[in-house]
């Protein structure tokens, strides 16, 4: 059917608390979750808190969960939603709310600061294999919206943000490790302090993922592997301890 107003139910408060409240917004063709915040801060409510930039699915800002699912609200349309009822719109779960939709995301800038960055093995030609060129351009599309570590259930469920990086900086990650120029090996970071192992593949993260990286088939799961032959494999660590003997 058609709607001519919808009702959007919108968390407001701050970090000590809050409830939704309801606001009746007039429909537009082609209208997004965040142009109806946008007339609601126009017309009802000119302090409602929404982060956003570029409108256009490439800034990773406007993240928040609609109707329980964490989206990109510009991304998002109206009519892709069943109208006939209360449209919840809150912020996002795993991280500190600010005001509103707006979440504090800093925490995700400390565990980036703990990954070194792109170091050029000595003595190799600059020259990369197509090959190697698309399998880390995928990671590279990351807009670094954080709806994947918002909907991690071990961030989520389980604060185990002392522990474990979460989706997106094994994404990073893997756009380093398996940059075929790259000479440092992050395995050891991957397994103490990002905690990789506390991944269990539930791949909640690749669903929501907006840009589409298949985070946990091509990031996550190589990466584990590659734990695995540096610590956990036998055979290599005999091989090894042979060659540096
Ligand atoms: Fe967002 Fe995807 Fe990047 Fe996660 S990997 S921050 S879901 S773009
Ligand atoms: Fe979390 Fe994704 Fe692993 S949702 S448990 S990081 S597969
Ligand atoms: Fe930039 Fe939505 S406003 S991604």
């Not at 007339?39 to 956003?52: E, G, M, N, T």
């Not at 380093?176 to 302090?193: Q, V, Y």
Request: aromatic letters at 8%.
């Amino acid at each position: 059917g058609s709607f001519a107003e919808v009702t959007l139910r919108v968390f407001r408060g701050d970090k000590d608390g809050g409830a939704p409240a309801d606001y009746s917004v007039p429909l537009v063709p082609g209208m997004v979750v965040l142009d109806a915040l946008h007339w609601i801060q126009a017309h009802q409510a000119p302090d409602l808190a929404v982060r956003w930039n570029c409108k256009a699915g490439k800034c990773g800002s406007c993240s928040a969960e609609v109707n329980g699912r964490p989206r990109l609200t510009c991304k998002t349309r109206m009519d892709s939603l069943p109208l006939d009822q209360p449209i919840d719109i809150f912020p996002m779960k795993s991280f500190p709310v600010i005001k509103d939709l707006v979440t504090d995301v800093s925490w995700n800038f400390k565990v980036n600061r703990k990954i070194p960055p792109f170091q050029p093995r000595p003595g190799v030609a600059w020259k990369m294999d197509q090959r190697d060129v698309d399998r880390i351009q995928e990671f590279r599309k990351c807009i670094e919206c954080f709806l994947c570590q918002n909907i991690c259930h071990v961030l989520r469920d389980h604060d185990k943000q002392e522990q474990f990086g979460g989706p997106r900086f094994f994404v990073r990650t893997a756009s380093l490790e398996m940059h075929p120029l790259d000479g440092a090996s992050r395995a050891r970071l991957l397994k103490d302090e990002l905690g990789i192992g506390l991944c269990n593949i539930t791949k909640c993260c690749t669903e929501v993922c907006p840009e589409d990286i298949h985070i946990t088939d091509n990031a996550i799961i190589p990466l584990k592997e590659r734990v695995v032959d540096e610590f956990y494999d036998p055979l290599l660590m005999l091989v090894r301890k042979i060659r540096s003997a």
